[in-house]
């Protein structure tokens, strides 16, 4: 019997696991309602087949991918249709409209003002009047753009040219070189150890982390010592 728990929870872990994977790769609060609606049900589903040890395992598997499908229709129907889109996700709302609250909106997204002072806080905004509009997404997310004068200073709007930016590229993890990255930057692995001891360090094992950036910078962070 507890064999067979252990072998339907590790099944049925997969099988979510998996079923999430194939839904694709949001946050939680990223989903949308009927997301949230598959991924509850999947978790349900899931928990009754692992709990009832005498019903077949397919019995739990076919409901939960049977969800995934319909998941995976209806958002590529949602591609192809504004309508359904609209039915399935909803539209965003403008909730702040050139520093005046919409209270329309307000009552019939059943959204209080304490909620909504709230996420400005969030998006570092502590006066509604600097804000030029403000939107509800479908997520719940709230999405402000302030008003021209009250937004931040960009080296663009001073006419200053900044050099590329691009994401450093990880090359050690906890010790362990990371091959594929070094070859996509044609690297190899003695250039790497060369930089490590020229920062002082003997052996990669003694590295947690270290990455490259767009500048040719190497970055390095060393384990603690034991």
């Known amino acids: 019997m507890y064999f067979a728990l252990f072998y339907r929870t590790v099944f ?59 998941e995976i229709l209806l958002s590529w129907l949602s591609l192809k249709s ?14 702040i409209n050139n520093g005046k609250i919409v209270e329309r909106e307000l009552r019939k997204l059943r959204y209080n003002v304490s909620d909504l002072l ?27 753009l302030l008003k021209p004068d009250k937004r931040p200073l960009t080296p663009g709007d001073l006419g200053l040219s900044m050099d590329y930016e691009g994401l450093p590229v990880p090359l050690i993890f906890d010790g362990k070189v990371h091959k594929k990255n070094l070859d996509k930057l044609n690297l190899n692995e003695e250039w790497l150890v060369a930089e490590v001891k ?19 910078q190497l970055y390095i962070s060393e384990k603690d010592k034991k």
Do not use: C, W
Not at 123 to 144: M, P, R
Not at 198 to 215: H, Q
């Open 82 to 95: 504004h309508t359904i889109r609209g039915i399935v996700d909803g539209s965003p709302s403008i909730v």
């Open 118 to 144: 709230g996420q400005l806080r969030q998006n570092n905004v502590v006066n509604i009047a600097d804000v030029q509009f403000a939107v509800l997404e479908t997520s719940g997310e709230l999405t402000v």
């Open 198 to 216: 020229k920062k002082g360090l003997e052996k990669v094992e003694d590295i947690l982390y270290a990455s490259l950036d767009s500048k040719g």
């Open 12 to 70: 049925l872990y997969l099988a979510v696991l998996l079923a999430v994977r194939i839904m694709g790769k949001r946050e939680v609060g990223e989903l949308s309602a009927f997301d949230l609606v598959v991924a509850i049900m999947i978790a349900e589903l899931a928990a009754i087949a692992m709990d009832k040890i005498e019903m077949p395992l397919y019995q739990g598997i076919i409901p939960i991918f049977t969800l995934v499908g319909m």
